[in-house]
């Protein structure tokens, strides 16, 4: 199973990664986890030792050189478009137990200079993990889908847009909708978060009435609580164990994945 989790910055969607890398990793599933999102805080959430120190692939200057042929940020008319990444998640992918971790990085925006060996290696290597790879992938982006092309987005299994009861929360998540359209991603859900009554609920489904609802997140002062103390938050509520688990068995009844 291949999944992407998208929505506006502080929505929830870097907890929501983390909870379904960690039940499929509980169930016994290979996964990795790929964090995309600039505001890197997928390596905390999931409790990997020194998050810190994991260097985005788009930043591994010698790799992108030895692979590409061209040094990062460097003009060159000639690289290669097709380097070899079969195995950088084995060999610069950190690991927790059943999950990889792997840090992307941002694809690089035009006008800066030239960053075509650095892109070249980002989106082979997100085509090598959604088509090639046999684990369970799960992305974690910002509110763009820039890491996904019209050929790896059709590996993916679910978009899940995340998004909380809130105006510029559903604005966010019809616009993804719309670009995941625009590139032929059609299998798109959403999951509530920060749901504090049934009238949150109410908000979202009947303005986000063209997309399916997967779950809803409650709001649990002790996953705030958990937060500030610098714990974990992945155990630290029950109500947010038993919506995980909800979740996760709507996505694996319609995929075919061994239930929990």
Known sequence: MKLAISGKGGVGKTLLAALLANIFAESGHPVIAIDADPDANLAATLGFPNPSSITPVSDMKD?????????AGLTSPYFTLNPKVDDIPEKFAPRLGNIRLMRMGSIKKGGTGCYCPENALLKTLMAHLLLARDDIVILDMEAGIEHLTRGTASAVDRLLIVVEPGRRSLETALN???????????????????????????????????????????????????????????????KLVTAICEIYRSLTAKAGVIDI
């Not at 790799?63 to 040094?71: A, D, K, P, V, Y």
């Open 63 to 71: 790799l992108i050189e030895e692979r590409t042929g061209t040094s």
């Open 176 to 238: 993804i909708q719309k670009l995941a359209q625009d590139i032929g991603l059609n299998n798109v859900a959403a999951v509530g978060n920060k749901i504090r009554n049934v009238s949150d609920k109410v908000f979202l489904t009947s303005n986000l009435c063209g997309i399916e609802f997967l779950g809803f997140i409650p709001y649990d002062q002790a996953i705030v609580d958990a937060d500030q103390a610098g714990h974990s938050v992945i155990n630290s509520s029950s």
